[in-house]
């Protein structure tokens, strides 16, 4: 048993994650630790925001590609509520630019899914207790190469590597046909590639997505 196991209520834990059986395997893992309690289960980004404020957890577990809403935007979300839960992120995205806007939505965690279940519950503890932790190869990696662009950049990019026209992106984002393409040429320009296509590749590789 964990020293104060006993002496404690547990943590209550939420997790957020897509797809069916990482999600039971996660809950089965942190359910064999008599300190924590994995309170509520969802499968999307929204439906883990509805949950965070039902159930008051103290930590939430989240992936990041997820329906409806990302873990990111999740985590972001919840950072700017009172009273809000600690996040972890739990992914296979061993990508610098993921952890750096994962920092800057406030998130406490930053764990790869191959991680031995041992530290995915004692990160929970460390978070919970006010500490943060994050795989420390990541950790390393994140500062070799900084994310060059800004969060409106991103958004145009990421509409424009989908297949949006520069008419269409700025539609979609209620901006002008010129805004918007000054915004592509500036993130085109920091990735020093030719077209958006490639400059959108280069970036979502990157984690920059």
Do not use: C
Request: proline fraction near 5%; charged fraction near 25%; hydrophobic fraction near 45%.
């Amino acid at each position: 048993m964990h020293p104060g196991a006993g002496a404690r209520p547990p943590i209550r834990v939420l997790l957020a994650e897509d797809q069916s059986m990482v999600l039971g395997a996660l809950a089965a893992l942190l359910e064999l630790e008599p300190d924590l309690q994995v309170v509520g289960r969802a499968r999307d980004g929204r439906e883990a925001l509805r949950l965070a404020a039902e159930l008051a957890p103290d930590v939430v577990l989240t992936d990041i590609e997820m329906p409806a809403m990302t873990g990111l935007e999740l985590a972001a979300e919840l950072h700017r509520r009172a009273g809000a839960p600690r996040v972890i992120i739990v992914t296979t995205f061993a990508r610098s630019g993921y952890l750096q806007r994962a920092l800057a939505a406030g998130v406490s965690g930053y764990l790869l899914k191959d991680s031995p279940a041992e530290r995915l519950a004692d990160a929970v503890r460390r978070v919970h207790a006010g500490l943060r932790v994050v795989d420390p190869e990541l950790a390393a990696a994140a500062w070799d190469e900084p994310d060059p662009l800004t969060d409106r950049e991103r958004q145009v990019l990421r509409l424009a590597g989908e297949g949006l026209s520069t008419a269409g992106v700025a539609a979609a984002l209620h901006l002008s046909f010129g805004t918007v393409r000054n915004y592509l040429s500036e993130a085109i320009g920091k990735l020093h590639d030719a077209n958006r296509t490639d400059a959108a590749r280069i970036a979502r590789d990157k984690g920059w997505l």
